[in-house]
């Protein structure tokens, strides 16, 4: 098996876990290699550990089998722009409070790859957004894609901003907010429901569009199909605004008009039966749990 591996820089009790699963590769004689960066973190801890390594232009291919993100959900999304569109499952091992995205026990590590040998597992494929510009966006040159969402909002300045929106050329409304969200069905349980969106179960093909902090009060999230192509252009008192891919930033001019849709991919999320969706729905949002005890 052809493995991969990826996390930050955490607590130093998460690090017995990657060890953990380190020692368990090495008795099943995998092909192991570890993110540049990472590697260097566990070489602080351990100076004699050697692998080869990747980063975001050499050292992953499809061929691989499997790709272990070690942190939450955060580092999942990290992880996603090493991935793109290679097809290469991921899995994510929580190192610290339960996420949506990252959700395999740490306690359990050295199960995790004897699972995915034996099959105990599901692909749950996630879609993916796309931001394009004319002319292209620097700052998301060849990895232009969100697995949660794309954001705009008000740079520089405490005054809303005007976002002028159009669904397949028709157009919608001019929302007055801090910002907008369009969100993948994996980007509700994110920052879209922070802002009042609604919870989509990561199959759905749909998008969502949430206004952040609207000052037009009839302003609603707004769920779509996810075949929309959806245009939109800001305005306000300053000359530029933000857009965000999860955790990436670009400066943008106002007025430049934005292009945002679904892509032509999607991300192969590992979903064990032990640590399903719902489940993981019911234990972080308190659902089902009688609060009056």
């Not at 910002?179 to 749909?206: E, W």
């Not at 192509?229 to 943008?252: C, P, W």
Request: aromatic share 8%.
């Amino acid at each position: 098996m052809k493995i991969a591996i990826y996390g930050q820089a955490f607590q130093d009790n998460g690090l017995t876990y990657v060890f953990e699963l380190l020692e368990e590769l090495a008795g099943m004689e995998s092909q192991v290699v570890i993110e540049a960066d990472f590697l260097q973190w566990l070489r602080t801890h351990q100076k004699n550990i050697s692998y080869p390594t990747f980063d975001h232009h050499k050292g992953l291919s499809g061929e691989f089998d499997l790709f272990v993100s070690f942190g939450g959900d955060g580092t999942i999304l990290r992880a996603v722009t090493y991935v793109g569109d290679l097809g290469i499952p991921i899995v994510g091992v929580n190192t610290g409070r339960l996420g949506f995205l990252s959700t395999y026990k740490k306690e359990d590590v050295r199960q995790l790859v004897h699972q995915f040998k034996r099959g105990d597992y599901v692909i749950v494929e996630r879609s993916l957004v796309t931001v394009s510009a004319d002319p292209e966006i620097e700052e998301f040159k060849g990895m232009n894609y969100a697995l949660n969402e794309v954001t705009v909002s008000r740079k520089d300045t405490t005054s809303m901003i005007t976002i002028e929106t159009h669904l397949d050329e028709e157009y919608l409304t001019s929302y007055w907010a801090d910002g907008l969200i369009i969100s993948t069905p994996t980007g509700s349980t994110g920052y879209s429901l922070s802002c009042g969106g609604p919870v989509m179960t990561p199959t759905a093909q749909s998008l969502v569009i949430t206004p952040i902090a609207p000052h037009n009060l009839n302003a609603r999230p707004l769920v779509i199909s996810d075949d929309t192509e959806i245009r939109i252009k800001v305005s306000g008192r300053e000359d530029q605004h933000m857009v965000s891919l999860d955790s990436r930033l670009a400066t943008i001019d106002n007025g430049k008009e934005l292009l945002i849709k679904k892509a032509d991919f999607t991300i192969k999320m590992i979903e064990y039966s032990s640590e399903s969706f719902l489940k993981t729905i019911r234990n972080k949002l308190l659902w089902g749990q009688d609060k009056r005890n």
